[in-house]
């Protein structure tokens, strides 16, 4: 379980896992991630559409506009679009369901191993070269393909746009280095432009700003 006094923690694995955790009910504007968000807590997310859902567990596809909010401390899971094979819309967890995952925290290999055995797919392979670029950051020409060609690989295999996913790489980043660096120092570090840059980005794709993390801690 994740101990009360963790109100502000991010990790990574070799799986581009993300987890951060609060000890407060929390609430977060409409946004749009392009990665599967698992929210262990009392929650719901309204999608643009209005439909909304809740439950004491959520998995929120990528690509999705939602809002979300908790009515208890909670804990936020993140995975890379291709780590999972799932439902198109948001879909509440049951209880057992979400204490099985709680307890398999912060051992982020478990608790991905929990979370497929949920969702009961898992998607085929990336070609090893978009694999490649996605982890390392990699250029087009470093793994033998053309610009374009790139582009358009990445948006067949994971069907997010490149672009995007390295905005969303650029901004875990930055909110990885806030609880060292100040967020003028966390952007540019990650490659915006300057701090409002990294703020846009954040509400744009996490619907929250980075100042509010760093009010977490």
Excluded at 36 to 41: D, E, R
Excluded at 56 to 81: E, I, K, N, S, W
Excluded at 197 to 202: F, G, Q, V
Aim: positive net charge.
């Amino acid at each position: 379980m994740l101990s009360a006094d963790r109100a502000w923690t991010l990790e990574q694995n070799d799986r581009r896992l993300t987890l951060f955790a609060e000890p407060r009910p929390y609430e977060v504007g409409l946004h749009r991630h392009p990665a599967w968000k698992l929210v262990l807590a009392d929650a719901e997310a309204v999608t643009t559409g209005g439909r909304a859902v809740s439950g004491p567990g959520l998995l929120v596809p990528p690509q999705l506009a939602h809002t979300c909010r908790t009515r208890t401390g909670y804990a936020a899971l993140f995975l890379d679009p291709w780590l999972l094979a799932g439902p198109t819309e948001i879909t509440p967890l049951p209880a057992p369901a979400v204490r099985r995952l709680r307890a398999a925290l912060p051992d982020l290999d478990s608790a991905y191993v929990e979370l497929v055995a949920l969702t009961g797919a898992v998607p085929a392979g990336l070609d090893p070269r978009v694999a490649h670029v996605l982890r390392y950051g990699a250029l087009a020409e470093e793994v033998g393909l053309s610009p374009v060609r790139l582009r358009t690989l990445v948006r067949e295999s994971v069907g997010i746009p490149l672009v995007r996913l390295r905005r969303w790489a650029r901004l875990r980043d930055a909110v990885g280095a806030l609880s060292s660096v100040p967020p003028a120092r966390a952007a540019t570090d990650a490659g915006f432009a300057d701090q409002p840059h990294l703020t846009r980005t954040a509400r744009t794709l996490l619907g929250r700003t980075p100042a509010s993390f760093r009010a977490a801690r």
